[in-house]
């Protein structure tokens, strides 16, 4: 039993390591605080890990906050920021980040037209800079399960807002195993099975590989 040649990763029509960027927008005390969407345990969980997935597979990570230079809010939370060692933060005052100059030249300068969204809350700093993104022709993709917003309904008629402008919603383990994709390459297999385990899941059984 063999698995095919590993398709062009470039061009490839689902996520890969060299077709996608990960966007990290505003996971800061008060954004994540406000969250009434979902559990905020598992909102921070579910970033971190698709955080860590993307340092994983050497995804580009663009990071940005809001009003930090101006003294009006605080820097990233800590339980990602641990994850973000090396990443350069562009820091704006505008909602709409697309709308920051230094923060789209970052998008830009990646050279990859698969940007993978994360942003609090799903209603303003996420939907906007998507929207933007699209209509520039960008192929955008919503991590559902790692972002929030300041209520449940709030959060479902954004991503209907962005799922109905041509943004595809996607879940934090769905991520893992796009980037993965084979049993066989096993160079990130065991960091693989650490983001399942790390962030709740038991992939093992699900997927039937043993790590002993």
Same mark, same amino acid.
């Given at each position: ?9 470039? @061009?490839?029509? $689902?996520?890969? !390591?060299?077709? +996608? ?6 996971? %800061? ?11 905020? %345990? ?5 970033? +971190? ?8 597979? @050497?995804?580009?990570?663009? $990071? ?7 003294? @009006? @809010? ?20 505008? #909602?709409?980040? /697309? ?5 789209? =030249? ?14 609090? /809350?799903?209603?303003?700093? $996420?939907?906007? !800079?998507?929207?933007?993104? #699209?209509?520039?022709?960008? =192929? ?7 972002? *929030?917003?300041? +209520? ?22 769905? /991520?893992?195993? =796009?980037?993965?994709?084979? /049993?066989?390459? *096993?160079?990130?297999? !065991? %960091? ?13 059984? %699900? ?6």
């Amino acid at each position: 039993m063999s698995s095919y040649p590993i398709r062009d990763q470039k @061009n490839d029509h $689902l996520l890969t !390591p060299e077709n +996608s960027t990960l966007i990290i927008i505003d996971y %800061q005390p008060v954004q994540v605080n406000s969250i009434a969407s979902m559990d905020r %345990q598992l909102l921070v969980n579910n970033i +971190s890990g698709t955080t860590r997935a993307a340092q994983v597979f @050497n995804v580009p990570i663009v $990071l940005s906050t809001v009003n930090v230079k101006t003294g @009006n @809010n605080k820097e990233t939370v800590p339980q990602l920021r641990k994850y973000l060692e090396g990443v350069a933060s562009y820091d704006r005052t505008s #909602i709409n980040a /697309w709308e920051d100059k230094e923060f789209v =030249e970052a998008v830009k300068a990646t050279g990859r037209k698969k940007l993978v969204f994360t942003a609090l /809350w799903t209603e303003a700093c $996420l939907t906007f !800079p998507v929207l933007d993104a #699209i209509k520039e022709g960008f =192929e955008v993709y919503i991590v559902a399960d790692a972002v *929030g917003g300041t +209520s449940k309904e709030a959060h479902d008629a954004a991503i209907r807002r962005m799922e109905q402008a041509g943004a595809h919603s996607i879940s934090t383990v769905q /991520w893992f195993c =796009e980037l993965q994709r084979d /049993w066989a390459r *096993g160079e990130t297999v !065991p %960091q693989f099975m650490d983001l399942f385990i790390q962030t709740g899941g038991t992939a093992g059984i %699900q997927f039937g590989y043993d790590r002993d």
